[in-house]
């Protein structure tokens, strides 16, 4: 099955600097990759995600960008502020069987911005 | 509102002793499932739904049986729980089969002493 990467576990910036988390996957047939956000004690909630057929999507201060020849994704967050302080989960949708597909997620990287 | 309704929120049984958490949605997503989430681990698959009648295991089905009768619900049920099973429990919903904008229920926390 798809098995997800997700690089660093831990990541420290200062406000205002940028943050990049990667994620690398195994299945070329994946077409499907969001990027979740958990804050402390809540649900995870999608912050963006990327087809396939796109290389790069961006909205305001977050991107993500798709390279599926090597197969890994990345979150960008520019500008960061403290409430970015939050664990990110990348995943990847691929088919699992004649007609399900699994959303398989990374181990997640804890994102903390001191100010 | 749109949502994902996960009940209890908190949970804390004893081994053994059999127990169901509720899931329903009120946006009549085909695509239900079910997550659990470890330190360290992770979001892991335990089952999931395309449809009325039709559910298949994910990555940890081990323990859990599922049903799905009507479309908007997606009960996760542990007939015999473990202290293995001690986990924070996220149903999902989507309106397509390959998981776009999953949607997450509020999660319940279980404990199985």
């Known amino acids: 099955g798809e098995n997800v990467e997700q690089h660093p576990s831990t990541l420290s910036v200062q406000e205002g600097d940028s943050a990049v988390i990667k994620c690398t996957y195994s299945d070329s047939a994946s077409n499907y990759f969001p990027w979740y956000k958990q804050e402390l004690g809540k649900r995870p909630q999608l912050i963006i995600d990327?087809?396939?057929?796109?290389g790069e999507k961006k909205d305001q201060r977050i991107a993500v960008t798709l390279n599926k020849t090597a197969k890994h994704f990345s979150l960008h967050i520019t500008e960061t502020q403290p409430e970015d302080s939050a664990v990110y989960f990348c995943?990847?949708?691929?088919?699992?069987?004649?007609?399900?597909?699994?959303?398989?997620f990374g181990k997640g990287t804890s994102l903390l911005v001191t100010p | 509102e749109a949502q994902v309704t996960q009940n209890p929120r908190y949970l804390i049984t004893v081994t053994g002793k059999k127990l169901t958490v509720t899931c329903s949605q009120n946006?009549?997503?085909?695509?239900m499932s079910w997550y659990r989430q470890d330190p360290g681990l992770g979001l892991r698959q335990i089952y999931y739904?395309?449809?009325?009648?039709?559910?298949d295991k994910g990555d940890v089905p081990e323990g859990y049986k599922v049903s799905r009768k009507e479309k908007r619900n997606f009960p996760l049920i542990l007939e015999s729980p473990s202290p293995n099973q001690t986990s924070l429990y996220f149903c999902a919903s989507s309106f397509r089969r390959n998981n776009e904008k999953l949607f997450f229920g509020s999660g319940t926390q279980l404990s199985v002493l």
């Open positions: 995943a990847a949708s691929g088919l699992v069987s004649n007609s399900g597909y699994a959303l398989n």
């Open positions: 739904s395309m449809n009325v009648e039709v559910t």
């Open positions: 990327i087809r396939s057929n796109v």
């Open positions: 946006m009549n997503h085909e695509y």
